[in-house]
């Protein structure tokens, strides 16, 4: 039943042996010595400043959603710095290896990558960028962002909320794992089958990518589920519908589409798994395997995907351009209808990925017309944009310009898409540069959004501004380094570069090639900025404290709380009353008063269950890689055991009291985010946790 | 931690279950299924109408099953039930439509005619592929 | 925007005191339905791929379909999953009525009915491996195996769930907790009959047209 894989076997260990460290590997070796010293930059402090119980209670135990979000954020951020490295590194071989005249170093034959090394690192960095880091950032903003801003104290699960993060976390740790104990896909983030079936990829690679990407897809379906819950039901009173903010409705509708398109990605690895785990033949060449139904199935689930990322990005953009140009939105109505348009026809075009399968002239037609029809809802869009910003008094803040920077990008990959929708000049320009200068224009327009949305909310969760000197540098290099690198890569696309070559066999292309060398040198300059933007405003950030609404110029219910925001989000539930609801409360004067009293309120413990769950998922995930069949079944069995422990666990959770809650408020400093409960109840400030008993629970 | 003082027996979700509506439900289903079956053996119609025609039966079926089994109305603790099946619903018939009418397109378009097996051809050893 | 306006000159309340009234048990059961939604996509997708290994280019000279389905046979497992769904949701209108005796018996008759489901699709599953039809035979028939198997996990899922149900009823009775995971269990059972609906129609009667 089990398919024979080549190599040496055993059962203690599966395949795993000493040679699958490539240890040999300069570059690898590099790599590693690079994690080790960041990860001891960070294990030496906490062990130095015994800050590991409070890691372990406050953190990785948590169930607040915006620590779970603040956790996302950064788990992103270390996946996007990984990614870029890879870009950098695939830039680098491209230019290195231009013509035949070109050298290798370190046993390739061009450039410094031999082609296996170099096709991984393009798998790594697909797939990194886009399932580890652009997911968990948005997930991460919409996990703080959200509750804040429909007026809830948490999530409507707050338990799954972190076992959702710590799937995505495992994810994430099983490519890290892949740098280092054997390798990782050849095949593309997409996974090109059939290269991915045991006979052309034996190696543990594909497994690595397969279960990485299925595990944190769990993950980020029980989020979904969570984030749709918690918009249905939790809203404060008076939030109805048409008083949503624009950000929560494009969370709703991106979760909508994440928890009815993973499943479908879910299938496919699933598939995917059986033929490389049972032998079974769904995508294998012959044997009535059909390798176009994994394309098919795969592209169901990613261009909805793609919507699903971008989603969340407008609606960043749609907070934080009324926010600076201090106008309410141009056309609430048509934003959300547009949403929800472009969220509905991202399920009817995932053809135009594979339009060169030859499915003929009426399928190419009708996924090529549905491919432009999202065009109409885009352009609604930008153009409620751009009349929000008519005549708006404008302020131009680092968040503001990424907003306005991000119109520019999605332009440009707006209008490519449309050119590449159209059937017979995808047939010209397919699998060339030109795609992926597109689609890298698309996904950058969301990484402008991100670094937005970072800046936009950082004060609120942070309670101090993000520098803007250094801030606006980092912008500024950033785009001159998309400009530089983008533009030559979608002139190469014309000139006929086709993706994925770690070797060039057109001399011509060099300056192209030089330029784009250029590009990606000027992110790495960008990248030293981003660095300075946060040391600059971690040192003053007694200088850029801000009180609840750090922009003065806010409009939606987050920024009634503090900054920072407290554990309890609301000390007592606000009353929406309409729309923007703090402008409207600016307009009238009453922004500043605080409720006249306080009452007891109810909050969930927090808990091991989730973290637990995340290293059997681990175990699980590993073991299936390396065919250690115990420690997959074992981890498997653990997690379905703990899942029933917990469920005859009784947890009630605490309340905290009135009494507390004055004094928390009255407090002339606000509660920070990181400040330690236990130091709050040893300064007095929690007077009564007192633990609900079960028979009160229920 | 509501229902600190309601007895969650009480609750609508609990209280929607229906005797009746169940065995309707069930009675319903098991006969659906079983003139379906009966069709088919009887091979009543021809291929593509008796597709249709089973199809059709699971349909209703399903349907039953929506209202009887999972009571979805439009009751205030079911509405976002309901709202959610129906956004829902198009996502079938999206992923699996699309799905069969392009892969039936590109059969029609690649596979050469005459090399297709026959179904229920006895002795059928090779091994069809695109490249044959 | 109904920007500026306040009411009668009165300013509307700014905070809403008095206890939030959150309904514990519509809110899991949303969740799970939401679930179950997602689910419903993951068998979508399954057909989808059945409908598309199911032609004659992907049995690759393996059997064929109508030599793989056996409709009658399957009209046993039919009975045996729609009873179990039927016994699981008198079960609870037995819990309607405050009667954990009939919820209890209930129950143990839906775990049996499922376990009889199991085992006829597992002696289904050993008949057609003997007679040589096994998942790696061809992609038609990984296909077949593969999405039965899903409902079949599916059910043994629903009967380890229910097993535990048992357990929680007897020692914690009719707690919030219980009553909305029995109720999340009720859904997910009767999901199982709409899935296998689905599962018989378009293979096992449609295997033979």
């Known amino acids: 039943m089990f398919v024979h894989v080549p190599g040496p076997w055993s059962p203690l260990f599966g395949r795993l042996t000493l040679d699958s460290i490539p240890y040999t590997n300069p570059i690898i070796l590099f790599a590693f010595a690079f994690s080790v010293v960041a990860g001891l930059m960070i294990v030496v402090p906490v062990l ?117 993060l710590w799937l995505t976390a495992v994810g994430a740790m099983l490519v890290m794992a892949s740098l280092f104990i054997g390798d990782f896909s050849t095949a593309g983030w997409v996974g090109l089958a059939p290269l991915t079936e045991v006979p052309f990829s034996p190696s543990v690679g594909v497994d690595y990518w397969l279960w990485a990407i299925q595990i944190s897809s769990i993950g980020t379906t029980l989020n979904a589920i969570n984030m749709i819950a918690t918009i249905v039901g939790m809203r404060a009173p008076g939030m109805r519908w048409d008083r949503l903010p624009i950000f929560t409705w494009t969370t709703l509708s991106t979760n909508i589409i994440g928890l009815t398109s993973f499943p479908i990605l879910g299938v496919a690895l699933a598939l995917l798994g059986a033929d490389r785990y049972l032998g079974t033949h ?23 995907e793609v919507y699903f990322l971008v989603l969340p990005a407008f609606g960043i953009i749609s907070e934080v351009i009324p926010t600076f140009a201090e106008k309410p939105l141009f056309g609430y109505i048509t934003m959300v209808a547009a949403t929800f348009a472009i969220a509905g026809i991202s399920w009817t075009v995932w053809l135009h990925h594979f339009f060169t399968m030859g499915a003929g002239p009426y399928v190419n037609t009708f996924f090529s017309v549905a491919t432009m029809l999202v065009g109409i809802p885009t352009g609604v869009k930008v153009f409620n944009w751009l009349f929000t910003l008519y005549r708006g ?90 400009a530089v690198l983008f533009i030559a890569m979608f002139a190469l696309g014309f000139m006929g570069e086709t993706r994925r070559l770690d070797y060039l066999y057109d001399t011509q292309w060099m ?40 922009w003065g110029t806010s409009r939606t219910l987050e920024w009634l709380t503090h900054s920072p925001v407290p554990f309890y989000n609301f000390a007592v539930t606000p009353q929406v009353n309409t729309r923007d609801e703090l402008s409207w409360r600016y307009a009238n004067n009453v922004a500043g008063v605080r409720p006249s009293r306080f009452e007891d309120f109810h909050m969930p413990n927090n808990t091991v269950v989730p973290l637990l769950i995340g290293i059997l998922a681990f175990g699980f995930g590993f073991g299936l890689v390396w065919r250690i069949w115990w420690m997959a079944g074992f981890s498997l069995l653990a997690i379905i055991a703990v899942v029933i422990y917990r469920s005859f666990a009784r947890d009630p959770g605490y309340i905290v009291s009135a009494e507390t809650l004055a004094k928390l408020e009255g407090a002339d400093e606000p509660l920070s985010i990181i400040t330690e409960t236990q130091h709050l109840a040893e300064l007095g400030m929690i007077t009564e946790t007192r633990h609900l008993t079960e028979a009160e629970a229920h | 931690m509501a229902a600190h003082h309601s007895d969650p027996v009480l609750h609508p979700e609990v209280q929607q279950a229906s005797f009746t509506g169940y065995t309707v439900g069930f009675v319903m289903s098991l006969l659906l299924l079983l003139a379906a079956l009966l069709l088919t053996e009887q091979h009543a119609l021809p291929p593509l109408k008796l597709l249709g025609a089973i199809s059709a039966l699971a349909m209703v079926a399903l349907f039953a099953q929506c209202f009887l089994f999972f009571g979805l109305n439009i009751a205030l603790h079911n509405i976002w039930k309901s709202v959610s099946l129906v956004l829902t619903v198009p996502l079938f018939i999206l992923t699996i439509g699309l799905t069969v009418w392009m892969f039936h397109q590109l059969a029609d378009l690649t596979m050469l005619p005459g090399m297709q097996v026959m179904p229920g051809m006895p002795g059928m050893t090779m091994q069809p592929t695109l490249l044959q | 925007m109904d920007g500026n306006i306040i009411r009668d000159g009165k300013m509307p309340p700014l905070w809403h005191y008095g206890h939030e009234e959150h309904d514990v048990i519509s809110a899991k059961t949303f969740g799970f339905w939401l679930y179950m939604l997602s689910d419903a996509l993951l068998f979508a997708g399954l057909f989808a791929a059945y409908a598309v290994l199911d032609h004659a280019m992907n049995m690759a000279g393996g059997p064929v379909e109508a030599q793989v389905v056996h409709p009658i046979a399957a009209t046993w497992q039919t009975l045996a999953v729609l009873s179990s769904v039927f016994a699981y949701s008198l079960a609870t209108v037995a819990l309607k009525r405050g009667s954990r005796a009939g919820l209890i018996a209930g129950m143990a008759v839906a775990i049996v009915l499922g376990a009889v489901f199991i085992g006829l699709e597992l002696a289904d599953f050993a008949s057609l491996v003997h007679t040589g039809a096994t998942p790696d035979t061809s992609g038609f028939l990984s296909a077949f195996f593969v999405l039965i198997a899903s409902h079949g996990l599916h059910m043994a899922f629903g009967l380890l769930w229910m097993l535990v149900m048992l357990v929680q009823v007897l020692r914690f009775g009719l707690s919030t907790a219980v009553v909305a995971q029995l109720l999340n269990l009720r859904l997910f059972w009767q999901f199982q009959a709409s899935v296998w609906v689905c599962v018989y129609v378009f293979v096992y009667l449609k295997g033979t047209i």
């Open chain 1, 511 to 550: 300056p192209a090639l030089v330029t784009e060398e250029i590009g990606i040198g000027i992110y790495t300059l960008s990248c030293y900025y981003f660095a300075k933007m946060l040391y600059v405003s971690i040192r003053d950030r007694a200088k850029n404290r801000v009180g609840a609404d750090a």
């Open chain 1, 393 to 482: 008094r404008l302020t131009f803040t680092a968040p503001m310009l990424w907003a306005v920077g991000a119109l520019f990008l999605l332009l440009i990959g707006g209008l490519t898409g449309m050119m590449l929708a159209i059937p017979a000049v995808n047939y010209t320009v397919h699998n060339s540069v030109f795609v992926i200068a597109h689609f890298h224009c698309m996904v950058l327009l969301i990484a402008y959004s991100i670094f937005a949305a970072t800046g936009y909310w950082f004060p609120k969760v942070f309670g101090f501004r993000l520098d803007e000197r250094s801030g606006k540098m980092f912008f500024y290099t950033f785009s001159l380094g998309t």
């Open chain 1, 48 to 164: 130095y400043y015994r800050k590991v119980g409070y890691l372990f209670r406050e953190w990785l135990t948590t169930v607040d959603h915006k620590k779970i979000g603040i956790m996302y954020i950064l788990l992103g951020l270390v996946m996007m710095f990984r990614g870029f490295v890879d870009g950098m590194m695939i830039r680098t071989q491209q230019v290195m290896a231009d013509g035949p005249k070109s050298l290798g170093y370190l046993g390739a034959a061009h450039g410094y990558l031999p082609p296996e090394h170099f096709d991984q690192i393009y798998s790594s960095h697909g797939t990194l960028m886009i399932i580890f880091a652009v997911t968990p950032i948005l997930t991460g903003l919409g996990n703080i962002i959200v509750p804040l801003q429909i007026g809830a104290r948490d999530m409507a699960f707050p338990m799954m909320n972190a076992v959702s």
């Open chain 1, 282 to 304: 769904f995508f294998t060449a012959g044997m009535g395997g059909d390798l176009m139904l994994y394309t098919n199935l795969f592209w169901i689930w990613g261009h909805p």
